[in-house]
């Protein structure tokens, strides 16, 4: 049985960069050493990348089922189609396409043929169809695999996880509630413990109006939702704030953190990309299997034109594995725990007492 994990790869639309950065991150003769390759898209579209951008890419392997990868290979799962290549051009064929490697790869992973997902881009509107009703790629994997996802931007400095994702802004003061933040800051500790080795997680609420609302003239969900639900989480967790995230993010005061929860999408990704630059990876936590995908959208405009940075989807890979082998780990520890050790009698008053927390300054 192979040891190497077995990471899906799905071509994302193909009318963008997928093509062009998925198979540059692969263009690695080392690469299939570490990891076996199983790119969900299609035959024609793999050869005419490698032509048309000088890649030198591992042996490829066409294959019908992903059971059917071998180490040592590119395997190609062929979808079976004849794409209808418009390079820039947002088409329904297109998302069809994308939206057949993403329910191919899910049905795989969730029945462990393969160990983790990496997605290329898709067009949110090219996808749209009586199949696949969803805002991106979170709420689809969140409904296909029964779960509850988060989406957690990182890098290797910074994590940036979202109370909501892809809302309408005039939806979002309605998603700011108590029992959703104290959710989401619940479920952002047990990703950071258990996917990123984390053992005390020390977590930023961002507010949601400017200058955390200022005492309630410009709004007052700080004072109704936001605080309160750090006030009773601080009993348990490692948590503060809520910051006004202008000036979290322009201090630096983010470095003191492994984590920061945002209110709203540009709230977090905005500072995130600014950050981050070309090495930010988004993971979908929560899922019953680890799902990554680089930072960055379809690239419609310089699609084909061998300009696509891979710098991204390379990290993306290279996380996806990672973080399974850190949840693997986690899962085995939890569930093997060592055995605990007697304590001793006390003599006299103990003086080894947790310290109580305190607020990082953000000054």
């Known amino acids: 049985m192979s040891e190497l994990m077995k990471v899906g790869i799905t071509h994302g639309d193909y009318n963008g960069i997928g093509y062009e950065v998925s198979l540059r991150a692969l263009a690695d003769e080392t690469i299939t050493e570490l990891f076996t390759p199983v790119f969900y898209g299609i035959p024609e579209l793999v050869e005419k990348a490698a032509a048309d951008f000088v890649l030198t890419l591992p042996p490829v392997r066409v294959i019908k089922r992903s059971e059917e990868a071998e180490d040592g290979y590119l395997n190609v799962v062929d979808l079976g189609i004849r794409p209808e290549l418009e390079p820039g051009k947002v088409s329904h064929k297109a998302g069809e396409a ?68 892809h809302l309408a802004v005039s939806d979002i003061p309605a998603s700011v509630s108590r029992e959703a933040v104290s959710d989401a800051v619940r479920r952002f500790d047990a990703a950071l413990r258990q996917d990123f080795n984390i053992e005390r997680p020390c977590i930023a609420v961002m507010s949601l109006n400017p200058h955390c609302g200022d005492g309630g003239l410009l709004g007052t969900e700080e004072i109704r939702e936001i605080t309160p639900a750090i006030n009773e989480l601080s009993e348990k967790l490692l948590v503060f704030g809520p910051y006004a995230a202008d000036g979290f993010f322009a201090s630096g005061a983010w470095k003191k953190f492994d984590g920061v929860l945002a209110m709203y999408h540009d709230q977090g990704l905005a500072p995130f990309k600014a950050l981050a630059g070309s090495e930010g990876v988004n993971f979908s936590a929560g899922l019953p299997f680890v799902r990554t995908s680089p930072d960055h959208g379809t690239g419609y405009d310089i699609a084909w034109k061998g300009e696509a940075d891979c710098t991204s989807m390379r990290q993306a890979i290279y996380s996806a594995i990672d973080l399974t082998r850190n949840r693997r780990r986690n899962i085995e520890a939890a569930a093997n725990p060592l055995p605990a050790i007697p304590e001793r009698p006390d003599r006299g008053e103990r003086t080894n007492k947790e310290p109580k927390n305190h607020k990082p300054s953000v000054q």
Do not use: C, N, W
């Not at 992973?109 to 996808?127: F, N, Q, W, Y």
């Not at 969140?142 to 940036?160: E, G, K």
């Open 98 to 165: 994308a939206v057949m490697a993403l329910e191919r790869a899910v049905s795989d992973v969730l029945a462990g043929k393969i160990d983790s997902i990496v997605t290329a881009p898709i067009s949110k509107e090219a996808v749209q169809s009586d199949r696949f009703k969803f805002t991106g790629h979170t709420e689809f994997l969140a409904d296909r695999s029964h779960a509850q996802a988060q989406m957690i931007l990182y890098s290797d400095q910074l994590r940036v996880a979202l109370l909501s994702t």
